[in-house]
């Protein structure tokens, strides 16, 4: 009895990995005609939506990722290739405040502050691409964070048909933190599937609609 039972949660703990690989290589393979990593090759868009992450890791240290999203950023505005940018993130506390902390560091980069927009609701990938589409009106955008980040957008992004394509900001390799997100990613892959085709999720918060001014091309 006891050997039928290792039997099954052995072929049970298989068939679970499995499902999450091949779930993570259908992500993979479903953005992969929507990103970019030249600037030169993306086309221009309006608007970029840029996913928010914490500047400092622990004991202060700078976070990369964050480092290199807006790194992005400002490569794309200061070659034409967005007119303005949303900011989405998470905003805990008035000491936690994703959007705020990314705004001041684009100012900063040279990017105007009447070009930059702030959603404080995007707790999650799902919630920053829906709201960008329903509250802020953006029927297309350019999504901006690495790539593990860009492919699960753009896989939710296109179940709900919007009209998204990414641009991969530089990525950490071959680091303990990279490793984490590894994993933290397949997890979150699998989370947005269920969200998309079981649970049938919707974002945290709605509102109000919010108008981004761009001048149309």
Known sequence: M???MLYIIFYTLILLIVAILSLDIYVK???KDR??????????????????????????????????????VEKLYKNGKIEAVLISGD????????????????????????KIYLDFAGFRTLDSILRAKNIFNLDRFVVIS??????????????YKIDAIGFVAKDI???????????REYLARVKAFLDLYILDTKPKFFGKFEKIEIKEN
């Open 173 to 183: 390799k071959n680091t303990k933190a990279a490793l984490r997100m590894q994993f």
């Open 35 to 72: 990103i970019y990593t030249s600037v030169d090759n993306l086309p221009k868009t309006n608007v970029a939506l840029l996913l928010g992450t914490s500047k400092y890791i622990k004991k202060g240290k700078i976070n990369y990722f964050y480092k290199y999203r807006i790194d992005a």
């Open 146 to 159: 690495q790539k593990f980040h860009i492919e699960r957008a753009l896989f939710i992004a296109k179940k």
């Open 91 to 114: 905003n805990a506390s008035k000491y936690y405040n994703e959007p705020a902390t990314m705004r001041r560091d684009l100012i900063k980069r040279g990017i105007p502050k009447d």
């Open 2 to 4: 006891v050997k039928k």
């Open 29 to 31: 393979e479903s953005s």
